[in-house]
């Protein structure tokens, strides 16, 4: 074969894939499916939950697809700000999934001119319609930021600048796709300083620098000097509101001065370590800790020595190589068992703050289901009381073990102690998936033949409300537990369906406002606890 021809079949072969394109594109899943929903013959939930749809990105032709319909989306038309915006949010959705190493194997600048134009159209959007679907430009912002496309900076730092978005949480993730070589980095920080940027994203931003410092020695901090001293001081005032509160300035500001330079530092880090707040005391501690201040070092012993604050302090002495003056009352097993709790307390997803008071209820060594070893289980007692000491005190029991929880909405302090074990190796099952709750509403009357195993007094108007689907591997002699609400010699109640060991409970001795299968959960775990 001659060069020549060899040419000549490479040109027919592009333009063969050229035409073909847009037939591709209708082979994809994607344009089916998009043209269904802008047809509204199938609903987005329809779609999704439907298991014949694979609407992964999996090559050109779905990349294709989803182009095309970009390209009529209208951001605009109040038209498409109701009815398509979430199928928009889908899609970009999934575009967040997509394996990013894939994108120089696909041609994509068509998608990402798309979406730059439709992110434009949405940042030019009146203020009330950008509040309203803010979490799809943001998603837009942070594929394109992740990307690197073209127009990626210059839509950065114009949406960095539509207060509405800046408290948005997902500034945090498209913040992290900066360098220190992003000119948007250094853009973004300068507007921090300039009070052009506030809320959630200036959080951010100080939060990134602080990453950033950390990992590298002789970093030069944005914060550096009067400006940064000024934000500093700021964020650490008791004065601070309440929305930069919840947005952790406070501790994002403590954190900052183990790497930031500027004359009134020591001032600044004895406000940090002694703040009221101890997640940010702790940071004050361990920043000034880290840079050898004598006096931080102090508090953060005398933090680890708190039950509440225990934990986080103690790792931050370990880290520090401050093994040696970690308090020898943190090795204590009860002590241990508070601090464990507090901090499990403490997570934002929980109470967010360690509680006001702790005590141990009781400690018990007990044969634990997936236990190898009998283990030492404690109940813990702890307080939470109203700041503004106008509500009653907060009292629950948690429990520390195997694993450590607190059921809030079981009201664990109004139990005998049995339950509240009882409670915990069940959910501790569940937690594991070696219990399963089966869907009733999927199955209705499936289980009623369960009903026939009671052996007892004639029961009336008895109904299956909920079944447990245990797993082999927790040995127990059946694998299916049923409750059924009924009425028992003119007695309201429930009875557990658990063939020789069923038995009936009145509704008297239900709790107030925790759930009925709690009576399920309760004879199980003692069951399995053998008491």
């Known amino acids: 074969m001659t060069i020549k021809s060899s040419l000549v079949g490479y040109v027919l072969l592009c333009l063969m894939t050229l035409f073909a394109l847009p037939l591709i594109a209708q082979d994809s899943n994607w344009a089916s499916v998009l043209q269904q929903l802008d047809n509204r013959e199938k609903t987005l ?10 609407l992964m990105i999996a090559g050109q032709e779905d990349i294709d697809a989803i182009t095309a319909w970009l390209k009529t989306f209208d951001a605009k038309s109040p038209v498409n700000q109701k009815t398509q915006v979430a199928t928009l949010n889908f899609i970009v959705i999934r575009l967040l999934e997509w394996e990013y190493s894939e994108h120089s194997k696909l041609r994509v600048v068509r998608l990402y001119t798309e979406l730059e134009r439709l992110l434009a159209e949405f940042l030019a959007l009146p203020k009330e319609d950008l ?11 942070h594929f394109l930021s992740l990307s690197k496309s073209n127009q990626c900076v210059p839509l950065l730092l114009l949406t960095s600048e539509k207060e509405q978005l800046q408290q948005n949480e997902f500034w945090r993730s498209i913040i992290a796709t900066l360098s220190t070589e992003d000119s948007a980095l250094f853009s973004l920080q300068r507007k921090v300083l300039d009070g052009v940027i506030q809320g959630n994203l200036a959080v951010a931003i100080v939060e990134h620098e602080n990453d950033l410092a950390y990992d590298q020695e002789n970093f030069s901090h944005f914060l550096n000097g009067p400006e940064g001293e000024r934000l500093i001081r700021e964020w650490l005032s008791p004065s601070l509101s309440e929305e930069m509160k919840a947005n952790n300035a406070a501790k994002t500001a403590a954190i900052s001065l183990a790497f930031a330079e500027m004359d009134d530092w020591q001032e600044l880090i004895k406000s940090a370590r002694t703040h009221p707040d101890f997640a940010v005391a702790l940071e004050g501690a361990w920043a000034g800790a880290r840079r050898k201040d004598d006096e931080s070092i102090d508090r953060l012993i005398e933090l680890a020595k708190d039950v509440r604050t225990s934990r986080t302090a103690v790792t931050y002495m370990n880290e520090l190589s401050l093994e040696d003056r970690i308090p020898a009352e943190t090795k204590d097993p009860s002590f241990a068992a508070k ?22 209820v009781e400690t018990r060594n007990l044969t ?12 813990i007692q702890f307080v939470y009381k109203d700041p503004a000491g106008q509500k009653p005190d907060e009292v629950d029991i948690g429990l520390v073990g195997p694993m450590t929880f607190c059921h809030f909405e079981m009201k664990m302090s109004t139990r005998p102690k049995e339950d509240i074990y009882a409670i915990h190796v069940y959910r501790e099952l569940e937690a594991y998936e070696l219990i399963e709750s089966v869907d009733l509403a999927a199955q209705p009357a499936a289980y009623d033949y369960m009903l026939k195993t009671w052996k007892g007094d004639t029961l009336a108007n008895a109904k299956i409300i909920y079944v447990a689907k245990l797993e082999r591997s927790v040995g127990y002699p059946r694998r299916l537990l049923a409750l059924a609400s009924a009425t028992l010699n003119g007695e309201e109640g429930y009875v557990i369906l658990d063939g020789p060991r069923s038995k009936w409970c009145p509704k008297k001795d239900q709790v107030a406002d925790t759930p009925d299968s709690a009576f399920l959960m309760i004879h199980l775990g003692r069951q399995l606890l053998n008491f």
Do not use: C, F, N
């Not at 679907?133 to 998603?139: A, K, L």
């Not at 507090?342 to 141990?360: H, N, Q, V």
């Not at 634990?368 to 109940?379: A, F, I, Q, S, Y």
């Open 45 to 54: 939930e329809q779609v999704t939950a439907d298991p014949t749809q694979v």
């Open 131 to 141: 509040e309203s679907i803010e979490d799809t430009p943001m998603r837009i912002l």
């Open 339 to 360: 601090a464990e709790l507090a901090e499990w307390l403490a997570y934002p997803t929980e109470k967010g703050r360690p509680p006001d008071e702790m005590s141990i």
């Open 368 to 379: 634990w289901p997936l236990e190898d070893e009998p283990v030492d289980v404690h109940l």
